[in-house]
Each structure stands twice: as structure tokens, then as C-alpha cells.
């Protein structure tokens, strides 16, 4: 069965250190990889999203990037935080094929608090 | 660009009442709407809809699509405590773009606070 991991569940880093959150999948190949952002008071906002290795689209302008260095493997990072970062990062991953299975499956997320 | 408006933001009920929950949406080439319910942390699937009038039903939840006039309806009868989340719709638009064309975009969603 597939499996999806995320890590860490909380981060509390000071403004203007560096960000790496790891998500990784198990258990299929070749998925779509989501990062999103659930700030308080608002949806979950698609940060990028991946179709494969190296394949990285970003949805809105922002502090952030992303990465795909191995199939299964999606890292969220930054140079330098702002308080703005401040929120719930979800990973996420559906199968690319169909439409049939379009249904996301969801890591725990990570708690991110910049200080 | 795609968009998804979920209502009412927060809704308090007691135990044993029924509870609509909306969601409307403009998304470019519409392939499937969702339902998920998020609880703490994870958001869980709850249903997938891609054909209009079509109810699909799970245990006391049911929800059903009107593709004409763009909008989605969540039902809950006999309401529980643990049916207390946060529930969120999601719209998938089929977009044509060089990185694939397969994403969610998700609305607010709709607190649910069931008193016991």
C-alpha cells in the first residue's frame, strides 16, 4: 500500500534561517507531489506541484522553493524565512494517469512557527 | 483562474441535526469535484463526484454535483461529535501546460462544530 511521510510534524526557526521540509512517498511511482500552505483563517493554497523529477511549477510568487530529486521525494525550502512563512505545510500526492484518481492523498503536515 | 468558494465558513449544530454544506466553483474544464474532511492534521478523503445528479452516499454523509449551475452540496444527517472538522472541497480543472495538467484547487472550507 502506498504510504506517504512527512517531515518534521513542528519546526520553530527565527527569521532569516534556513527551511527544508521532506516528503516522501511509498509504494507507487511516478505520483504528482503537492506542497501546500494552510495559513490560519484560509484554505489550503497550492504551492507548487510536481509531474516528475526536476519538473517543478510554482503556483503564486513567494519566499519559497521546490524540489524533486528523486521520483518519490518532494523537499520545500528557503534561504531565508520570514514571518509571513509562518503556517501548516501539507505534502501531497495523486496518481498522474487518469482523472480516475485524482483523489489527493495527504501527509500529517508540518507545524512551521518563525519567530 | 480557477476558483472555489465553500459556505457557510463555520457552523455550529447540535447532535442529531442535518447539515448542508456548500461549495461552488469556476474552474477551467471541469474534471471532478471533492470532499474531504479535515480533522487536525491530514485532510481524508471523503467523496469524489464527476457526473451531475449522481448522489453518492456513505453511511450518514451524502453529496451530490449540479455541473449546470456549478455548485456542490455535502449532506450530514443525524449528526455526531465526531463529525466535528473542517471540511473541504476541492475542484480539479484540466489545464494544459509543459508540467501536466492534474491539480486540486481547494476552497476554505466550512468549520462543523457539533454540540453534544
Known amino acids: 500500500s502506498q504510504t506517504i511521510h512527512q517531515w518534521p510534524a513542528t519546526l520553530v526557526q527565527p527569521v532569516g534561517s534556513p527551511l527544508s521540509l521532506e516528503c516522501t512517498v511509498e509504494?507507487?511511482?511516478?505520483?504528482?507531489l503537492y506542497w501546500y500552505r494552510q495559513a490560519a483563517g484560509r484554505g489550503l493554497q497550492l504551492l507548487f506541484y510536481?509531474?516528475?523529477?526536476?519538473?517543478i511549477s510554482s503556483e503564486v510568487p513567494q519566499n519559497l522553493s521546490a524540489s524533486r530529486p528523486q521520483d518519490r521525494q518532494f523537499i520545500l525550502s528557503s534561504k531565508k524565512l520570514l514571518l509571513s512563512d509562518s503556517g501548516f505545510y501539507l505534502c501531497?500526492?495523486?496518481?498522474?494517469?487518469?482523472?480516475?484518481?485524482?483523489?489527493?492523498?495527504f501527509g500529517q503536515g508540518t507545524r512551521l512557527t518563525v519567530v | 483562474e480557477d476558483k472555489v468558494v465553500q459556505s457557510p465558513l463555520s457552523l455550529v449544530v447540535h447532535e442529531g441535526d442535518t447539515v448542508t454544506l456548500n461549495c461552488s466553483y469556476e474552474?477551467?474544464?471541469?474534471?471532478?469535484l471533492l470532499w474531504y474532511k479535515q480533522e487536525k492534521k491530514a485532510p481524508t478523503f471523503l467523496f469524489m463526484l464527476?457526473?451531475?445528479?449522481i448522489e453518492k452516499k456513505s453511511g450518514r454523509l451524502s453529496s451530490i454535483l449540479d455541473k449546470k449551475e456549478l455548485f456542490s452540496i455535502l449532506n450530514i444527517t443525524a449528526t455526531q461529535t465526531g463529525d466535528s472538522a473542517v471540511y473541504l472541497c476541492?475542484?480539479?480543472?484540466?489545464?494544459?501546460?509543459?508540467?501536466?495538467?492534474?491539480?486540486?484547487?481547494f476552497g476554505t472550507g466550512t468549520r462543523l462544530t457539533i454540540i453534544p
Open positions: 501531497a500526492w495523486n496518481h498522474g494517469m487518469s482523472y480516475l484518481y485524482t483523489e489527493a492523498f
Open positions: 509504494g507507487t511511482s511516478n505520483p504528482n
Open positions: 510536481s509531474v516528475g523529477i526536476g519538473q
Open positions: 474552474v477551467t474544464n471541469f474534471r471532478s
Open positions: 464527476t457526473s451531475s445528479g
Open positions: 476541492a475542484v480539479e480543472g484540466h489545464t494544459i501546460s509543459n508540467f501536466g495538467n492534474e491539480k486540486l484547487t
